[in-house]
């Protein structure tokens, strides 16, 4: 379900579950986390991360983690991010189509989001009685402020592409059949030879301690919303809305 190629010196990781909108899996985000850290010591100048067919990724399968440990789930998420900021090269995101909650939260650590104009941002947790991960309680304000990451997150509503970028999150929209291409060129311009961009990196990029810090917090938050019940009401909501 996920596919690696490396193309002009850039690892490339699709995910292949169009089916499923592309859903991650628990073994799903293992898998990228390890593909993640197989290519972001240096050998490959940088990764591009996008998905097949209609989404990015819809985000946490809630069909299979409805049964699972909400801590270990948000862990999961949380180990995404860490592995994304330890890389020593950049890591663009390819937002082929919709980003849903985890997946869209996941992106927000990325060096730059690039969409197409049928790229969309949707943060459903806080409708479903769920709590936020991978640190966005610390990277969604950082990209778009306070005021306006709360609303995001408590409207729970779609944005599309153009308000994304006016707001911030993607850094630029392309054609369709322009999106890879684009996002491996942003790669090559800023891994040319000579340049300082793993120094850059680990000057501008959020620290791993503050990261960390998010990670914990959230973690509160999911066991919060365990205990009370409403994540598993939330869920099964959800599992039975078109039964």
């Not at 067919?53 to 862990?75: H, K, P, T, W």
Request: hydrophobic share 45%; charged share 25%.
């Amino acid at each position: 379900m996920i596919d690696i190629t490396v193309r002009d010196e850039v690892a490339v990781i699709t995910l292949n579950r169009p089916e499923k909108l592309n859903a991650l899996t628990a073994g799903m985000r293992r898998d990228l986390a390890a593909a993640v850290r197989a290519h972001g010591d240096g050998s490959a100048r940088g990764i591009v991360v996008t998905g097949t067919g209609r989404a990015f990724s819809s985000g946490e399968d809630i069909n299979q983690a409805v049964d699972r440990s909400l801590l270990d789930e948000v862990e999961l998420f949380h180990d995404l991010t860490r592995a994304v900021l330890e890389t020593r090269v950049p890591v663009v995101a390819a937002v082929n189509g919709l980003a849903v909650g985890g997946a869209a939260e996941w992106t927000l650590c990325f060096d730059a989001r690039i969409g197409t104009p049928g790229a969309e941002y949707f943060w459903p947790e806080n409708h479903i009685g769920l709590s936020v991960s991978n640190a966005s309680s610390l990277l969604l304000t950082r990209l778009v402020g306070g005021g306006r990451a709360l609303r995001l997150v408590l409207d729970s509503s779609r944005i599309s592409a153009e308000e994304a970028q006016r707001l911030g999150i993607l850094d630029e929209i392309v054609a369709p059949d322009a999106l890879l291409d684009t996002a491996i060129g942003l790669v090559h311009r800023w891994t040319l030879p000579g340049t300082a961009t793993g120094v850059h990196l680990r000057l501008l990029r959020p620290s791993l301690e503050e990261v960390e810090r998010a990670f914990a917090a959230e973690t509160e938050a999911a066991k919060e919303v365990e205990g009370s019940g409403i994540a598993k009401a939330g869920m099964d909501r959800f599992v039975n809305r078109d039964r």
